[in-house]
């Protein structure tokens, strides 16, 4: 017998649980944390003012990404503007690192489109509900970049649960052939609502499954910002010298609930949950800012009174937004209104005159 | 004016798109060196190059996904699926992505695409390659849905769907690929989407109809000429958004209305064309309005293929029976 093929996956850790930074990354760029932990701190408490927000019934169903900021904010954190990012929906420490509003992240889950209006990152993709249903999209936009000869990349993102379905494979499987400049993040955050994990697949990793379709697969700590920039800078480098695509698999933990309509206590411990803050992403990356001469008790302290400063004037400006016109439900569907929607319109503009005459 | 087929004529429009604008790509399985299944694209790819006329991964879901994904970074993809059986798994990029990205982002995103696919029974081809999916189609908003039924209507309403600036799903009749051939000039010149087609003009009856459909239409309508009963043929051309003045125009002069499809009658197109006329020309009716349509069972396989599909024969006999209303 001989190996016909050997394969392996690396996994990348620097600062650890306790905060210590073992063996830094060749070129660390410590002062570029600091804004970094600054977002992964604004993040945490933009979702606890929207979870806030929908327990008093002035905001929809809503996802927290409690405990996955170094991964979101770390991945938009080694991005370019020009880049495109193709999110799921728990994104939030990405969204506002590149620009989006809390305003508009607010009005997509109050269940208003203009959320997804953004003015910000005007290339960006929406959040994509349909689980992995975007992967072909990011495909679709790196073979655009490739074709146009633009250094640019697709960066997806998607979840644990989201390696299950066959969009992502056939996503994987044509970037690879097509060696797209595309990156494809997996936040494994251990759940897919109810189910973990390990009844997701029988593979060891989720990086592993990039290998079926010619691609690199690398895992990383996605608590630790430093490795999540590392190896997701990596395959952005990779991607942008016309290498090909990477998975990236980053290994976070969901501290809450699914989203607000969910008990996480259903299905999992509590003793797990706990076990899993100690492995939290915010407090290390402080202790090793800290520790840096980079940030101070009286910058936390600035930080936490200007995070919410921002955060109630963005609530005001969100809860004071005008309602969209109900003719805004017809107008965009095509470029031109089709003559078989002009009765429709004016129907909703003259409910509308009826709401307001 | 050379004379084409139909599938020549789809070459044409496909070579023309490809030359006039660079953002135009073909994307699809085997559309490459071999040209396509058909050939739809043959010689593109040498001409073109195989940047432009890409050959895919057999996997339709990435395909379809692709092509939004392109589409939204301002490129004009051109997917095709080498079977319209084979493209149910983009229903979900149709329904979800391609359709509501306008709407959802607020005209921030748009997706100028094109999927196009070969649709209908009447070559005898294996299972699942003689579907008719047009009526689930045009029920997604946000999406248009044509389909030619001549070379020239192709060329005209192919070069339409590549410069539309909405997704748009081309349905190719596979029957007309090779059945007729007729001048078609490569003039660029696109046929407006959204519009039907008067292919005969007539005064007692309206025959509604699209696609391959529209052969056996066109015969019964000689038939029922050399009967004394003079038929309007309209080809609807796109189904959504559909060309309603065009259609209750012509049923307000006839006063009769026959619906004829291939795809199964139950809550087919022809449903919503008839309730439109029910509704909106109910006071020129001199008859109920008739629909002809494939049986309401699984499209069968190639032996009992010509006794699904609406023949003229029974064309006639259902107009005779609506001409019987006085
Ligand atoms: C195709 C599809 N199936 C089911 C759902 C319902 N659903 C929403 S989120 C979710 C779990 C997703 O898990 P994962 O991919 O790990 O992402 P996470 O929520 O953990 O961030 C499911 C099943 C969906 N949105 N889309
Ligand atoms: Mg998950």
Request: net charge negative; charged share 20%; hydrophobic share 45%.
């Amino acid at each position: 017998m001989k190996t016909a093929a050997q394969f392996s996956v690396s996994y990348h850790q620097f600062l650890n649980a306790k905060g210590a930074l073992a063996e830094p990354p060749p070129g660390l760029d410590l002062p570029a944390l600091v804004p970094v932990y600054r977002t992964m701190a604004f993040t945490r408490a933009f979702d606890a003012r929207a979870v806030a927000l929908q327990r008093t019934g002035q905001l929809r169903t809503f996802p927290s990404s409690l405990g996955e900021e170094a991964a979101t904010v770390g991945l938009a954190s080694v991005m370019r503007p020009d880049d495109v990012l193709l999110p799921t929906y728990r994104e939030t420490g990405a969204f506002l690192w590149r620009g989006v509003t809390p305003v508009e992240i607010f009005l997509y889950w109050a269940g208003d489109e203009r959320g997804s209006a953004i003015a910000g990152p005007r290339g960006d993709f929406p959040i994509s509900v349909p689980i992995a249903s975007h992967c072909g999209h990011a495909t679709g936009v790196a073979a655009a970049f490739q074709y146009r000869k633009e250094a640019r990349v697709a960066v997806c993102v998607l979840g644990d649960g989201a390696t299950s379905k066959g969009d992502f494979y056939e996503a994987v499987n044509l970037a690879g052939v097509w060696r797209l400049p595309a990156v494809f993040v997996v936040i494994n955050n251990r759940w897919a609502i109810s189910v973990p994990a390990a009844r997701q697949t029988a593979c060891a990793t989720f990086a592993q499954k990039a290998i079926a379709g010619g691609v690199p697969g690398v895992q990383a700590d996605g608590n630790d910002a430093v490795a999540v920039r590392h190896v997701v800078g990596q395959a952005l480098e990779r991607a942008r010298s016309g290498e090909g695509p990477t998975v990236v698999e980053l290994l976070s933990y969901r501290l809450t609930d699914h989203t607000t309509a969910d008990d996480a206590r259903r299905y999992r411990s509590a003793d797990e949950v706990s076990a899993a803050w100690a492995e939290e992403p915010l407090v290390r990356l402080r202790a090793l800012l800290a520790r840096e001469g980079l940030w101070t008790k009286a910058d936390e302290e600035a930080l936490i009174a200007d995070n919410q400063a921002r955060l109630e004037a963005a609530v005001a400006d969100y809860l004071a937004t005008p309602p969209q016109p109900l003719t805004s439900m017809v107008d965009y569907l095509y470029a031109e209104l089709p003559a078989e929607l002009v009765a429709q319109r004016a129907e909703l503009a003259a409910r509308e005159g009826g709401h307001h005459g | 004016m050379a004379d084409l087929t139909l599938i020549e004529a789809v070459n044409l429009a496909l070579a023309r798109a490809l030359e006039d604008d660079p953002d135009v790509v073909l994307i699809g399985q085997d559309i490459g060196v071999n040209g396509g299944v058909f050939r739809a694209t043959g010689g593109l790819a040498a001409r073109f190059g195989e940047e432009r006329v890409r050959d895919t991964p057999l996997a339709e879901t990435v395909i379809a996904a692709s092509a939004v994904g392109m589409a939204v970074e301002g490129m004009k993809p051109v997917a095709e699926i080498q079977f319209a059986g084979f493209m149910y798994s983009c229903f979900d990029q149709l329904i979800n992505h391609a359709g509501r990205l306008r709407t959802r982002t607020r005209g921030r995103l748009t997706c100028p695409m094109v999927l196009r696919t070969p649709v209908g029974g009447g070559i005898h081809a294996p299972e699942h390659h003689s579907e008719s999916p047009e009526g689930w189609l045009a029920h997604i908003p946000g999406i248009k849905v044509v389909t030619p039924s001549t070379p020239a209507a192709a060329y005209g309403l192919l070069l339409a769907a590549i410069r539309d600036p909405d997704p748009v799903v081309f349905l190719e009749p596979t029957r007309l690929y090779r059945m007729l051939k007729e001048p078609v000039a490569d003039d660029g010149a696109a046929l407006p989407l959204g519009r039907a087609f008067v292919r005969r003009e007539g005064a007692d009856i309206t025959l509604v109809s699209w696609g391959a459909t529209l052969v056996e239409v066109g015969q019964a309508a000689q038939t029922l000429a050399e009967r004394g009963v003079s038929a309007e043929v309209v080809d609807v051309a796109t189904l959504r958004p559909l060309d309603s003045a065009t259609l209750l125009a012509s049923v307000s002069k006839t006063g009769r209305c026959l619906i004829v499809h291939e795809a199964p009658r139950l809550f087919g197109a022809g449903a919503e064309i008839a309730a439109q006329v029910a509704s909106e020309a109910l006071m020129s009716l001199v008859a109920p309005v008739g629909r002809l349509a494939g049986y309401d069972t699984v499209m069968p396989l190639a032996r009992l293929e010509d006794d699904y599909l609406p023949s003229a024969a029974r064309i006639v006999a259902a107009a005779e029976a609506l001409m019987a209303y006085r």
